[in-house]
């Protein structure tokens, strides 16, 4: 197989020996050398606690622009009633932005939330691995010549080479995974922090540019409605009644 | 057969599924080779799909290696890009 498949076997292959022919005899490797389960199993451990820490950060972020969108939507309200429908617009416009923002970071705690528990299952399912080895060795032992034995111990040492390998490959995808996440967390918090909140579409990360244009048309009509909706629990004559604040400006029918 | 979805389990498949997944292969990279996203998602979800419906998951005590290792299911477009590129799935 040439394609995908096939490259991740070569990959796989790579790794396994990586892993198990260092030694003379991959079996004994595996019996003996505790120390790289041991190690792989630790990095899991760790890789998992980054995951939990990343996936608080996060939350953390999602329950600011939480505020952030009440804060926008008092904002746009209290613009509206003083006959300021431009920056009840613009606070609008932000608060759909900060609402889609919202929703990719819920979308990153469920992905975390996965990945954190898929890695468990995986260390769980490589322990088993090992131990079903140890057994399996003694079995095959008592079983087969000695030349035979060492063909079938080796092929069960393979088996659980390519666990361990999958292990790793699988814990370094979740160390990226989550490295990429903080990274656009604090770049949402410097963002924020700068005022300018209204570039949140430049971040990336999510979508190409016709998702963002798309965003964009969807989030205008949702401005629209939002600002209709408003207009209409401001109360009748909220549109009549002369601004509060005494700017003559004549462009109100927008 | 048996297939392995990479950061999930081996699952023991018909042999008769070897064509049919190497079928769907080819299409999933000739699909990345033409940039074309759609239609690579298509040809991958296919794949998975052929696994899991069709493939029996191993036991956690069999010792086997795989005859086929298939990326991680969440593989992005870029990612597959970047395989056939000669960048590797996952750089060393």
Do not use: C
Not at chain 1, 213 to 237: F, N, W
Request: glycine fraction near 8%; charge should be negative.
């Amino acid at each position: 197989m040439p394609g995908l498949g096939g490259r991740m076997n070569t990959l796989f292959k790579t790794k396994i020996t990586k892993l198990l022919d260092r030694a003379e005899d991959p079996a004994e490797t595996l019996e003996y050398g505790y120390q790289k389960q041991i190690e792989l199993l630790q990095n899991v451990k760790k890789g998992i606690a980054d995951v939990v820490t990343s996936k608080k950060r996060i939350q953390m972020q999602s329950q600011k622009l939480e505020q952030q969108l009440v804060k926008l939507d008092t904002q746009a309200r209290q613009a509206l009633s003083q006959g300021r429908e431009d920056l009840a617009r613009t606070a609008l416009e932000r608060k759909t932005l900060a609402q889609t923002e919202l929703q990719s970071l819920d979308q990153q705690v469920s992905e975390l939330e996965r990945q954190q528990e898929q890695l468990t299952a995986n260390e769980q399912k490589l322990r088993h691995k090992i131990e079903a080895f140890r057994t399996k060795k003694e079995v095959i032992k008592a079983q087969y010549s000695a030349a035979e034995a060492q063909v079938r111990i080796g092929e069960a040492a393979s088996g659980v080479g390519e666990e361990m390998a999958d292990l790793g490959l699988a814990l370094q995808r979740a160390e990226e995974k989550t490295e990429n996440m903080r990274a656009r967390a604090s770049a949402v918090e410097e963002l924020e922090a700068a005022g300018t909140f209204d570039d949140l579409t430049q971040l990336g990360g999510g979508g190409d540019d016709i998702d963002r244009e798309l965003a964009q048309l969807s989030g205008g009509a949702q401005v629209d409605d939002e600002l209709a909706r408003m207009k209409a629990e401001l109360g009748p004559g909220g549109d009549e009644s002369p601004p509060a604040l005494e700017e003559g400006t004549p462009g109100r029918s927008t | 057969m048996i297939v392995r979805i990479s950061g999930e389990a081996q699952y023991q498949l018909p042999d008769a599924d070897a064509e049919r997944l190497n079928e769907l292969d080819n299409q999933a990279v000739a699909a990345v080779e033409a940039g074309d996203e759609p239609t690579f998602q298509r040809h991958w979800n296919a794949m998975l799909e052929l696994v899991t419906r069709d493939g029996d998951p191993l036991p956690d005590d069999e010792l086997v290696e795989s005859d086929v290792i298939l990326p991680p299911r969440d593989l992005e477009f870029l990612e597959a890009s970047a395989g056939f590129s000669g960048e590797g799935l996952i750089p060393d």
